[in-house]
C-alpha cells in the first residue's frame, strides 16, 4: 500500500519557506549582476495583451534559479504585493508527484492572496512537475490573471512532454552558458569607458581609425578572455578564484548531474557510461566533422544509439552542432555534422585543460573556435534562416561557419594564431565568390588584427579581420539586442 506524504498543510509549508518574502523578508541573490535574457523575459510577463507563459530553457547551473530571484526583486520594486507572486522549485521531492493545480491551491490559501488580481507563478524546473503541460496549458487558456515564467534545465524534457497539449502557449527563451560580457559583469569588471557597443555589421562600415580607437579602448578586456574560456561559462564555476575549484564544480555540479540525473530520469538509460564515453570523445574532437559509422565502429553501439545519445546530449544544453549548408537547397541523408561543447569551459574541465593549452597552438585553436561558435550561435539564431558550415566536395575546401541572413550569405573563418591571413586560394576565398556574399569575417589572435579588406570577387566583398576577445565581447553584446 503506497504511503502519501503529501498533504495540503506540508505542501503550504513548503511554500511559506520558499516565499520568505511574504513574511516581509526581502530576497537576496548572492549574483547582482543580470543575464541578457533577463530583459525579454520581463517583458514577455510584462505585457498585458500576450497571453503566454515564457518558458527558460537552459543547461543547469547557468542562473535560471538566480533569474527567478531576480525576477521577485524587480516585481517587488514595482509594488506588486509580496503575496501575489509565488515561487516555487518543482524537483523538491515533496512536490514531485503533485499537480500543479494542487500546488496553486495550496499557494493561495498559505499566502491569503487575492486570486481575482494578478499573480505571478515562477515555476523552476517545470519538467519535475506532475502532468505539466496539461496544467499549463489549462492556466493559460483560462486563468488569464496568471503571469507564468517557467524553467526547464532539460529542454529536452520539455519539448518532448509540452511538444503537443502545450504548444502555442508559451514563450520559449534561450538561456545559455555565460557570454564573454556576461562574464566581464560577473567579475566586476568595468566595461569601457565610453564606448558604445557597434554591432558586428556596423564594423564593416567604420573607418580604420574608428574601429582602432575602439580596439583600443577595449584592450584591457582581453587579459580576461584565458580564464573566460578556462572556467567562464557557469556563473558559480567563474565567481571562484581557484581554477582547480572551479572546474572540479563545473565536472560535478553540471556534468554529473546532467549525464548521471537528468539523462536517467527522462530517457531512463540503463547505463550512463556510453553517454560519458560520447561526451568525453566530442570534447577532444569539438570543432571536428563526426562520422557516425566511425563512432558506431569506435564504441561498439548501433547506429540508432548513437544517433539517439548525440541527440539525447543536445538535447541536454551539454552540445549543438552546425549542419553542412547545401546552398542548391538539396537535403542530404548522409549529413555529416560538426559537434561543439556548448561552452568552452565545459570541455576544459572535462580535459583537466589549465592555463598550459595557450602554449599548444591545436588546443588553443579548438578552444578559441568553440567559443567562437557559442557566440555566434546566441548573436545570429533569431536572425539567421540557418547557420552552418561549408564544404566544397570537389575540392573539400572549408569555410567554419556560415550564416545565411535573409539579405546575405556571411561566411566566416576562426585562425587563432599570429599573423592570420586570407589566403587566396581557401575556402574563405572561394565561397566568397558566391554573388550572395558582401561580408566576410576572419577571427584571429592578434589584438592589433582589426581592420577591413576587400576580397577580390564578382562584386565588392568586405572581410573583416578581428581578434577573437573583440569577437566575444561584440557578438556577445549583440545578444542583448
Keep these: 500500500m503506497a504511503i502519501s506524504i503529501q498533504n495540503a498543510a506540508e505542501i503550504q509549508n513548503a511554500l511559506r519557506s520558499f516565499n520568505y518574502w511574504w513574511q516581509g523578508v526581502q530576497p537576496a541573490t ?77 499557494y493561495v490559501e498559505a499566502a491569503e492572496s487575492d486570486p481575482a488580481q494578478t499573480v505571478y507563478l515562477l515555476l523552476d524546473e517545470i519538467h519535475y512537475a506532475k502532468d505539466w503541460s496539461t496544467w499549463l496549458k489549462l492556466f493559460v487558456d483560462f486563468r488569464r490573471n496568471l503571469r507564468i515564467v517557467a524553467t526547464g534545465s532539460a529542454s529536452f524534457a520539455v519539448q518532448t512532454q509540452g511538444n503537443e497539449s502545450a504548444a502555442g502557449r508559451f514563450v520559449t527563451l534561450r538561456m545559455p552558458p555565460l557570454l564573454f560580457p556576461e562574464y566581464l559583469a560577473l567579475r566586476e569588471v568595468e566595461p569601457p569607458a565610453r564606448v558604445a557597443i557597434p554591432t558586428l555589421d ?162 588553443t585553436g579548438i ?20 547557420i552552418g558550415y561549408w ?20 561566411p566566416l573563418e576562426i585562425k587563432y594564431r599570429d599573423a592570420a591571413t586570407i589566403e587566396k586560394n581557401s575556402g574563405l576565398h572561394v565561397f566568397a565568390q558566391n554573388p550572395a556574399v558582401r561580408h566576410a569575417v576572419l577571427v584571429t589572435k592578434s589584438g592589433g588584427d582589426f581592420s577591413a579588406t576587400n576580397l577580390p570577387a564578382a562584386q565588392p566583398v568586405v572581410a573583416l579581420k578581428i581578434p577573437l576577445f573583440l569577437f566575444l565581447y561584440i557578438l556577445g553584446n549583440m545578444r542583448t539586442s
Excluded at 508527484?97 to 500546488?103: G, R, S
Excluded at 580604420?208 to 578556462?230: G, K, S, V
Excluded at 578559441?368 to 534562416?385: D, G, I, N, V, Y
Excluded at 564544404?391 to 556571411?410: G, H, Y
Design 30 to 106: 548572492k549574483i547582482k549582476f543580470r543575464r541578457h535574457v533577463f530583459a525579454s523575459v520581463w517583458q514577455t510577463i510584462s505585457q498585458d495583451n500576450l497571453n503566454r507563459a515564457a518558458l527558460l530553457v537552459g543547461p543547469r547551473r547557468v542562473g535560471k534559479t538566480t533569474l527567478l530571484l531576480q525576477l521577485v526583486e524587480q516585481l517587488l520594486a514595482t509594488g506588486v504585493p509580496a503575496t501575489q507572486i509565488m515561487y516555487v522549485s518543482l524537483d523538491h521531492p515533496l512536490l514531485r508527484d503533485v499537480t500543479l493545480e494542487a500546488i496553486v491551491k495550496a
Design 202 to 363: 556596423e564594423f564593416f562600415a567604420m573607418t580604420d581609425r574608428d574601429r582602432a580607437n575602439f580596439a583600443a579602448r577595449c584592450e584591457p578586456l582581453q587579459a580576461h578572455m584565458q580564464r573566460y574560456l578556462l572556467v567562464g561559462g557557469f556563473p558559480e564555476a567563474a565567481a571562484i578564484a581557484e581554477m582547480e575549484k572551479a572546474q572540479r564544480l563545473l565536472r560535478e555540479d553540471v556534468l554529473d548531474a546532467v549525464i548521471k540525473r537528468d539523462l536517467v530520469s527522462f530517457f531512463a538509460l540503463r547505463t550512463v557510461t556510453d553517454a560519458e564515453n560520447l561526451f568525453l570523445y566530442l570534447c577532444l574532437k569539438s570543432g571536428g566533422i563526426v562520422s557516425v559509422q566511425e563512432l558506431c565502429s569506435a564504441m561498439e553501439l548501433t547506429k540508432v544509439t548513437v544517433n539517439n545519445l548525440l541527440a539525447v546530449l543536445e538535447q541536454a544544453g551539454l552540445i549543438f552542432r552546425l549542419a553542412p549548408l547545401d546552398l542548391s537547397g538539396k537535403k542530404h541523408l548522409k549529413a555529416r555534422y560538426k559537434y561543439y561543447t556548448a561552452d568552452a569551459s565545459l570541455r576544459c574541465s572535462v580535459l583537466l585543460r589549465s592555463s598550459s593549452i595557450f602554449s599548444d597552438a591545436r588546443e
Design 367 to 386: 578552444v578559441a573556435e568553440t567559443a567562437a561558435m557559442a557566440h555566434l550561435m546566441a548573436a545570429f539564431h533569431h536572425r539567421a534562416s540557418a
Design 391 to 410: 564544404r566544397d566536395a570537389l575540392t573539400q575546401k572549408e569555410v567554419d561557419a556560415v550564416v545565411q541572413l535573409p539579405e546575405e550569405l556571411l
